[in-house]
């Protein structure tokens, strides 16, 4: 039920990530170019090459251990400003998705999804946290609009742009995660500098790419961000929301597949919530696969102490086993259709 992050091009076997993985005990990982507390590059890939082999050794770290291949490997591989492959290292420039939007073809979008699939699957990943469906409501929006993250304003232009990236993508055997339910686009902050509440200008129609995406089935999940509206669950942002994830998510927009959080270490959620609670209010919403990408902290043993954190909420009774069981069952869907 974990996805965390990691420092190192390599994969040393002493180190705590890899001993996670050889026990077992990891979902996933998520790879990045930068290191968001020193601000520097080469956090994880340095060059094609390196990439490959990093992503092999993980592998086979997984192969080794008591549940076989089953490490899912991701990125956030959306265009432009949000590409973890990029010159820098390497890889071929890839256009944002506020321009692929603003252009308007699909036949682009399909050519530049396909790219990026085969780019990444190159490179030993399999999961890409794309697309962004949310609506680019708010353009000054620093963690949307800004960035140019957002297809477009008109839910209909997202839908069709989206549904052209997952059927490419998907197709070719990335598993992509539509992000961030149930809309941040309105948003006149980010989760990433604290709690960011749109209360005030959330409306409906932000479910609507969402509403329409999942019932095709394309997505292999959904990321819940950590955004709070109260006219959905007052106190709580969307990560850590029973009537947001099991109510409105799964009950009224039947989504019974792969639920994944927003980094749990973002400042949105620290400021407001403990680390203990935090892994329990996820767990109670019906979030699947806990995202720690460890840049806003860096924690080395992040996987032992959430580890931890869930045995303790089992042992005393605030998490049942069967709760867990669910999670894991959908994880071990996807991991399904892993090649």
Same mark, same amino acid.
Not at 126 to 147: H, M, Q
Not at 252 to 272: E, K, M, Y
């Given at each position: 039920? %974990? ?12 180190? *705590? ?8 005990? %990891? ?14 590059? =080469?956090?994880?890939? #340095?060059? *094609? /090459? ?15 251990? *008591? ?11 959306? =265009? ?11 890889? $071929? +420039? ?14 682009? #979008? #399909? ?18 946290? +794309?697309?962004?469906? /949310? ?17 477009? @304003?008109? $839910? /209909? ?10 059927? @490419? ?31 005030? #200008? ?6 609507? $790419?969402?509403?329409?995406? %999942? ?16 006219? %959905? !669950? ?12 099991? =109510? ?7 989504? /019974?597949?792969?639920?994944?959080? !927003?980094?749990?270490?973002? *400042? ?13 209010? @996820? ?28 045995? =303790? ?27």
């Amino acid at each position: 039920m %974990l996805m965390v992050g990691f420092r190192g091009t390599e994969l040393d076997p002493a180190t *705590p990530i890899a001993r996670a993985i050889a026990a077992g005990e %990891l979902g996933g990982v998520i790879l990045f170019d930068r290191d968001g507390l020193t601000g520097t590059t =080469g956090r994880n890939i #340095t060059s *094609p /090459d390196q990439l490959v082999a990093l992503t092999s050794a993980l592998r086979d770290t997984a192969l080794a251990g *008591p549940t076989g291949p089953e490490l899912l490997i991701a990125v956030d591989q959306e =265009g432009g400003q949000v590409a973890r492959l990029n010159q820098s290292n390497g890889y $071929p +420039a890839m256009v944002s998705q506020a321009d692929l939007g603003a252009a308007d073809d699909l036949d682009r #979008t #399909t050519d530049v999804a396909t790219l990026t699939a085969i780019t990444l699957l190159g490179a030993g990943i399999d999961v890409n946290l +794309a697309p962004v469906v /949310d609506l680019n409501l708010n353009p000054s929006n620093p963690a949307i609009g800004a960035l140019d993250r957002s297809f477009s @304003a008109d $839910p /209909d232009v997202v839908v069709a742009q989206a549904t052209a990236l997952l059927e @490419a993508q998907q197709g070719a055997g990335i598993h992509c995660v539509v992000k961030h339910f149930p809309g941040e686009g309105s948003a006149t902050g980010s989760t990433d500098d604290g709690v960011v509440d749109v209360t005030t #200008t959330w409306t409906d129609v932000e479910l609507d $790419p969402f509403r329409a995406l %999942l019932a095709t089935r394309l997505p292999a999940g959904v990321m819940v961000g950590h955004i709070r509206n109260d006219r %959905l !669950d007052p106190g709580r942002p969307a990560s850590l929301s029973v009537p947001t994830v099991t =109510g409105l998510l799964r009950g009224d927009l039947g989504w /019974d597949r792969l639920v994944v959080s !927003d980094d749990l270490q973002a *400042p949105a959620i620290t400021r407001a919530f403990g680390p203990d609670e935090a892994v329990a209010l @996820a767990i109670e919403a019906g979030v699947d696969l806990l995202l720690f990408a460890n840049q806003q902290v860096y924690d080395e043993a992040i996987v032992e102490h959430v580890i931890g954190t869930v045995v =303790g909420l089992v042992e005393a009774g605030r998490i049942r086993e069967t709760r867990l069981d669910e999670s894991v069952a959908r994880i071990e869907a996807l991991f399904a259709t892993v090649e």
